[in-house]
Every structure is written in structure tokens, then in C-alpha cells.
């Protein structure tokens, strides 16, 4: 028993010194991690804000993105499964997880890469933010975005004045 508690000590220790290297390789990179992911209704539509420090980025999405995001964020279950629990539970089966959504901007657009695990093996794929959102906030992986990209397009949250043209995810 002893001996147990000792190797899971050994491995809180090993997760716990991993994450601050983790947060300090996205830096390096220019990356920001986001704190915080919350969904909103606006005049024009879903919202999703990505959160990090005193700023938001704000992802317009559609209803059914928005709800598959809500869902994932509250726990809740949808009476049938949307396509962000699908793909969740098709991973799951293949031992596959979502490990991290790089969003970004390309001319008015938001885009992300979605980085995805498969028994130790990782692809990238290009995705829609929203999608991307969806699938990282359903399996508990970081969203990454540019600080640059957080100082242009996001919201101060102490300050709500200041807000940029709300930039509108379009279907590719």
C-alpha cells in the first residue's frame, strides 16, 4: 500500500512540475492560454467568449455549436448526441483525445488547428474555431490563442467600451 501511495505521490509531483514547463513552451511561442470559456446569447446570436486575464475574445457560432459548448461547460446531456459528443465518443473508442485548438485569425475569419492523440500518435487538423472550441472544451484540452491575437481582437472586460467589430465565423 505503501508502495502505491508512493507512486502516485511520484506522479502528482512529475503532472504538477509539467504543467508550469507547459504554460512557459506557449509563452515561448507567443501563446496564451485561455482561462475561461463561456457562452452567451447576443442581438446577433450565440457568443462564445474566450477568457484570458481582463480580456475576451469574442467567436460568434451558431445554436447548435453553442449548445454542444454549453453542454460540455454544465455537464449536461442532450437528448441526442451532437456531433462534438459523437466525435468525443469515437475517439474514446480509438483510446483518441483532443490535446489542444490553436485559434486564429485569417482576414475576417476566425480558424483553428485541433491537435488530436491517437495512441501516441498526433495530426493536426485545420477546423473551424467553433468546432475546435467545442471538441477542446469536451475533452478538457487548452485553447491557445496569439497574444497578439488577444491584444487585437479581444474585449477588456474591465473596460466594455472598448470593443472591436464583432468578426463572424464563416462556413468553409
Known amino acids: ?14 503532472l504538477a512540475a509539467a504543467a508550469p514547463a507547459a504554460r512557459a513552451q506557449e509563452a515561448a511561442a507567443g501563446r496564451v492560454r485561455i482561462e475561461n470559456v463561456e457562452v452567451r446569447l447576443s442581438p446577433v446570436g450565440p457568443v462564445v467568449l474566450l477568457k484570458a486575464g481582463s480580456r475576451a475574445i469574442p467567436v460568434f457560432v451558431d445554436a447548435v455549436v453553442a449548445e454542444s459548448i454549453q453542454a460540455a461547460l454544465t455537464g449536461k446531456r442532450t437528448p441526442r448526441p451532437l456531433t462534438h459528443e459523437l466525435m468525443r465518443s469515437v475517439l474514446d473508442a480509438f483510446d483518441g483525445k483532443v490535446t489542444q485548438a490553436v485559434v486564429t485569425l485569417k482576414g475576417q475569419t476566425f480558424h483553428a488547428a485541433l491537435t488530436v492523440m491517437v495512441r501516441k500518435e498526433s495530426r493536426v487538423f ?21 497574444q497578439d491575437l488577444l491584444d487585437a481582437q ?19
Not at 1 to 14: E, G, K, W
Open 1 to 14: 500500500m505503501n508502495r502505491t501511495r508512493s507512486t502516485i505521490a511520484a506522479f502528482m509531483l512529475i
Open 154 to 172: 479581444g474585449v477588456d472586460l474591465d473596460r466594455p467600451e472598448s470593443k472591436p467589430a464583432p468578426k463572424r465565423e464563416t462556413r468553409t
Open 126 to 146: 485545420d477546423s473551424r474555431s467553433s468546432d475546435a472550441i467545442a471538441l477542446a472544451v469536451h475533452f478538457n484540452a487548452p485553447i491557445l490563442v496569439a
